[in-house]
T-cell receptor, first 113, second 120 residues
Framework: DAKTTQPPSMDCAEGRAANLPCNHSTISGNEYVYWYRQIHSQGPQYIIHGLKNNETNEMASLIITEDRKSSTLILPHATLRDTAVYYCIVRVGVEHNFNKFYFGSGTKLNVKP | GAVVSQHPSRVICKSGTSVKIECRSLDFQATTMFWYRQFPKQSLMLMATSNEGSKATYEQGVEKDKFLINHASLTLSTLTVTSAHPEDSSFYIC????????????????FGDGTRLSIL
């Protein structure tokens, strides 16, 4: 079962920052948070992941609260091509040497002109 | 970056046919791959974990005799939908991740582009 909750949908104006929240209140100390997005009829695309420090890459920034019970994905300048379903995932199976993902419902981000 | 290739991208076939879907890791070795299915307007549902050289492990409620998984090499896993029926029509997606070989690896999964299966 997914260990995360996200709002079902959000709107964002083109060119503005999109801030997508995620709650993962039952996260364990050594579990990472991963963000993916899925554009219609494609496989999920990896965006970013982190443990407890804020992370940034060419696609987005990830802000994780100090208690690690929630995080926010930030797309600094949203474009129409960023319209997608965004999934926040906490891996399951830390005892194994692989990640096992259970997807929640995600957030449908609608970027509007 | 890591690339996962899935083939075919779309299959249309008659009821009762068995369909094989391939998942390849193109530039890395993956001892573990995953298979998901996704119905329209729903999220991805994990079906099974494919382990190279051993039996796959299936999620609760997934019929292992219906969905045969073979992971014969470090770069290839196959999913065969046996005797497919219209209710098996779905979007099937595979994934794989780089593995460092240590417990608690944090490597992300990389997904294929999916296979749209339509059973008439």
């Amino acid at each position: 079962d997914a260990k995360t909750t996200q709002p079902p949908s959000m709107d964002c104006a083109e060119g503005r920052a999109a801030n997508l929240p995620c709650n993962h209140s039952t996260i364990s100390g050594n579990e990472y948070v991963y963000w993916y997005r899925q554009i219609h009829s494609q496989g999920p695309q990896y965006i970013i992941h982190g443990l407890k420090n804020n992370e940034t890459n060419e696609m987005a920034s990830l802000i994780i609260t100090e208690d690690r019970k929630s995080s926010t994905l930030i797309l600094p300048h949203a474009t129409l091509r960023d319209t997608a379903v965004y999934y926040c995932i906490v891996r399951v199976g830390v005892e194994h040497n692989f990640n096992k993902f259970y997807f929640g419902s995600g957030t449908k981000l609608n970027v509007k002109p | 970056g890591a690339v996962v290739s899935q083939h075919p991208s779309r299959v249309i076939c008659k009821s009762g046919t068995s369909v094989k879907i391939e998942c390849r890791s193109l530039d890395f070795q993956a001892t573990t791959m995953f298979w998901y299915r996704q119905f329209p307007k729903q999220s991805l549902m994990l079906m099974a974990t494919s382990n190279e050289g051993s039996k796959a492990t299936y999620e609760q409620g997934v019929e292992k005799d219906k969905f045969l998984i073979n992971h014969a090499s470090l770069t290839l896993s196959t999913l065969t939908v046996t005797s497919a029926h219209p209710e098996d029509s779905s979007f099937y997606i595979c994934s794989a991740s780089l593995q460092i070989g240590t417990l608690g690896s944090n490597q992300p999964q990389h997904f294929g582009d999916g296979t749209r299966l339509s059973i008439l």
